[in-house]
């Protein structure tokens, strides 16, 4: 593989470590520093899965029917494996989905607002995949069941948050109540 097929890792990784040492510059709290830096990690190490040449395989005992589209390979036959890889692609999203809640929308979690980012976070994960095979040929698979695991993983990071936030308002509440 080419050099040129890693420059929109390189890019996305670059802009979003920018972008957040850049917020890091007006909140220099320690949480701050600590999720932001952990951020950066997670986003960095979730593009290098996704976005760079390869394939990965965890499990796939049945090659699933796919069709080219272009120079991309696109699954056809949604919900034929259950493996490990789909359980993974969930797991690779949840920290999405805890950081959703932390960057900001832990006073109203919305059901819809937070399905809509799940699904645009997911669509630009396999989307992002579809468009650069097209373009430098990553020689990646895309599979509408990803969009779906990749969703379902940002839902339940943000929705795996929300008990804190009430335990939380709990205490706030018992704080100015002079129960504490």
């Known amino acids: 593989m080419s050099l040129i097929s890693y420059l929109p890792f390189v890019i996305l990784s670059s802009l979003v470590a920018l972008y957040n040492l850049q917020k890091l510059r007006v909140n220099h709290s320690p949480f701050a520093i600590l999720v932001?830096?952990?951020?950066?990690?997670?986003?960095?190490?979730?593009?290098?899965?996704?976005?760079?040449?390869?394939t990965?395989?965890?499990?796939?005992?049945?090659?699933?029917?796919?069709?080219?589209?272009?120079?991309a390979k696109v699954v056809v036959t949604p919900y034929h494996d259950y493996s490990m890889q789909a359980i993974l692609n969930v797991i690779m999203t949840i920290p999405a989905g805890v950081y959703l809640y932390i960057f900001g929308f832990r006073d109203r979690p919305i059901l819809l607002e937070v399905l809509?980012?799940?699904?645009?976070?997911?669509?630009?994960?396999?989307?992002?995949?579809?468009?650069l095979d097209q373009l430098i040929h990553i020689n990646r698979t895309v599979d509408i069941m990803d969009v779906i695991h990749n969703g379902l993983g940002v839902v339940l990071g943000f929705y795996i948050m929300t008990p804190f936030n009430l335990l939380l308002k709990t205490e706030e509440k018992s704080l100015q109540n002079g129960k504490f």
């Open 36 to 54: 932001r830096v952990s951020f950066i990690i997670y986003v960095v190490s979730v593009f290098y899965l996704i976005f760079t040449p390869g």
């Open 56 to 71: 990965y395989s965890f499990g796939m005992d049945i090659l699933p029917q796919t069709l080219h589209v272009g120079y």
């Open 116 to 131: 809509v980012i799940a699904l645009g976070i997911a669509l630009f994960n396999e989307g992002g995949q579809f468009v």
